[in-house]
């Protein structure tokens, strides 16, 4: 079956611990997304990836690392220099080459820091 | 930069019509997109629009006035399973990316 896979569904960690999140995808997509949900918010954009070795910062990349090492691949680290870690983390993908291909998202990530 | 607005929530009775708003401001439209989305659960795709009209799947359809900087969701035939988040957003031409709005949270009651 293709998809994207995320992993844990649930995350515990402690303050002051940097976690990183995992996303991979066996779409054959080129680009690849992370977002971060808070209660009643919408998504907003941390980092993307057009292609492999290459990644720009989103709208809240602050605190946030990625990288782009394989197509398939595109981890999440959550740094303890972001202030307010605890939210859903939701991975997406999407092919480059057409206008109105829509990005297909993951089952997402609950990372609770205490 | 992109600014997207939605209400907040809206409720409607199973079996009913509902349009659910979404208006935008951006500096190089290239099209919108609706999601729905469950509680807990990843945003799932319903439309695309890039030109002016109507777009209508089955018990969906979506508009869009690129003029006006407006479109909306209408859900005809409102089943419970219905109940969820529905996101509006917008692609501009000036980044790869989706900037989504904070979403309308549907209740829809027997």
């Known amino acids: 079956d293709g998809g994207i896979t995320q992993s844990p569904k649930y995350l515990f960690r402690k303050e002051g611990q940097n976690v990183t999140l995992s996303c991979e995808q066996n779409l054959n997509h080129d680009a690849m997304y992370w977002y971060r949900q808070d209660p009643g918010q919408g998504l907003r954009l941390i980092y993307y990836?057009?292609?492999?070795?290459?990644?720009q910062k989103g709208d809240i990349a602050e605190g946030y690392s990625v990288s782009r090492e394989k197509k398939e691949s595109f981890p999440l680290t959550v740094t303890s220099a972001q202030k307010n870690p605890t939210a859903f983390y939701l991975c997406a993908s999407k092919r480059l080459a057409g206008v109105r291909d829509t990005q297909y998202f993951g089952p997402g990530t609950r990372l609770t820091v205490l | 930069g992109q600014n997207i607005d939605q209400p907040t929530e809206m409720t409607a009775t199973e079996g009913a019509i509902v349009q659910i708003n979404c208006t935008y401001q951006t500096s190089g439209f290239n099209g919108l997109f609706w999601y729905q989305q469950h509680a807990g659960e990843a945003p799932t795709f319903l439309s695309y629009n890039v030109l002016d009209g109507l777009e209508e799947k089955g018990r969906f359809s979506s508009f869009l006035s690129r003029s006006k900087g407006y479109s909306y969701l209408l859900l005809k035939e409102l089943q419970m399973k219905d109940s969820a988040s529905y996101l509006c957003?917008?692609?501009?031409?000036?980044?790869?990316?989706?900037?989504f709005g904070s979403g309308t949270r549907l209740q829809v009651q027997p």
């Open positions: 990836s057009q292609i492999v070795n290459d990644f």
């Open positions: 957003a917008v692609r501009d031409t000036g980044r790869r990316a989706l900037t």
